[in-house]
């Protein structure tokens, strides 16, 4: 069964620091992986997708790698602002499967 | 941008009855989703609904829980007999093709007491 982990549960940095959050999962054998940005009481917004053939995919300030060998990927936010602050989730799809098995996120405060 | 739109944004039920919780998805797409979040835990796949039917379903989803496509634009998720805890915050999702991005509706929160 495929579990996902987001190390570290709770970030906070000073405005204009570069940051690396974290995203492993146990089963390498996955189609995708996505990350997301999730508001306090609000829906998931899509960051950036990478599929299993591609080893990172870039959007403004965000670069996303995924190690799918090892079973890690990595969102790294450059130059970050405090309107980065919110919850990063990492989701992958299994082979075989469409349902994102998500981990439990990363916490991202970025204080002024 | 179109955007996955989900009614009511919160919806407060007693224990025992029934709930719909509706979606609108992105009108070109053609696979659904419905997951749910308890509060302070992960996000959970609930079921996925393609070419009018079910293509995956999770555990969770058992006979308590049903989905339907009722016209060309909505997608509902009905609860028959809602429990404690079935409270949590259910998003559905949607994406053009299989294992494509999925979008994501802002959520309906479920309050069951």
């Known amino acids: 069964k495929q579990e996902v982990t987001q190390i570290p549960a709770a970030l906070s940095v000073p405005e204009g620091e570069n940051l690396v959050l974290n995203c492993s999962f146990t089963?390498?054998?996955?189609?995708?992986l996505q990350w997301f940005r999730q508001d306090p009481g609000k829906g998931l917004t899509s960051l950036l997708l990478?599929?299993?053939?591609?080893r990172e995919q870039t959007s403004g300030r965000l670069n996303a790698s995924l190690d799918k060998s090892s079973g890690r990927s990595t969102l790294y936010i450059a130059a970050s602002q405090p309107g980065d602050s919110a919850t990063y989730l990492c989701?992958?799809?299994?082979?075989?499967?469409?349902?994102?098995?998500f981990g439990k996120g990363t916490k991202l405060t970025v204080n002024p | 941008e179109p955007e996955v739109t989900q009614t009511p944004s919160h919806q407060v039920t007693q224990m025992g009855q029934e709930v719909i919780l509706r979606c609108v998805p992105i009108s070109n797409h053609l696979y659904f989703y419905w997951y749910r979040q308890i509060l302070g835990q992960k996000v959970e796949f609930l079921v996925s609904?393609?070419?009018?039917?079910?293509?995956?379903k999770s555990e969770i989803f058992d006979d308590q829980f049903s989905v339907e496509r009722p016209d060309g634009s909505n997608f509902t998720l009905k609860i028959r007999s809602t429990k404690l805890e079935d409270s949590a915050m259910y998003f559905c999702?949607?994406?053009?093709?299989?294992?494509?991005?999925?979008?994501f509706g802002a959520g309906t929160r479920l309050s069951v007491l």
């Open positions: 989701a992958v799809i299994q082979g075989g499967s469409e349902k994102l098995v």
């Open positions: 609904f393609y070419n009018n039917e079910i293509s995956e």
């Open positions: 089963d390498s054998a996955i189609y995708n």
């Open positions: 999702a949607s994406c053009v093709e299989r294992e494509n991005i999925q979008y």
């Open positions: 990478i599929q299993s053939s591609q």
